[in-house]
């Protein structure tokens, strides 16, 4: 079943979204640990392109893609 972005009804991979769930979970504990504040401007900034442009110039999203690609195995486990 494809899903849509709540935000901007546009069809997503449902396997990339969860791989950046992933990245973004482990870089707000990240920012827990270390209070970093650079980790948020860039969570937001990334949120931002995601929202107002397309994904595809996302750093997470991008990243996701490459993991799913790189590793096909890891999304059957997610």
Do not use: E, G
Request: aromatic share 20%; hydrophobic share 50%.
């Amino acid at each position: 079943m494809a899903y849509a972005c709540p935000l901007n009804f546009k069809q997503v991979d449902s396997n990339v979204l969860r791989i950046s769930s992933l990245i973004v979970t482990i870089s707000v504990i990240t920012y827990f640990i270390s209070s970093n504040p650079f980790i948020l401007y860039f969570l937001a900034l990334d949120f931002v392109v995601m929202l107002f442009f397309k994904n595809d110039y996302s750093p997470l999203y991008t990243f996701a893609q490459f993991v799913k690609k790189t590793f096909p195995d890891f999304t059957q486990v997610i």
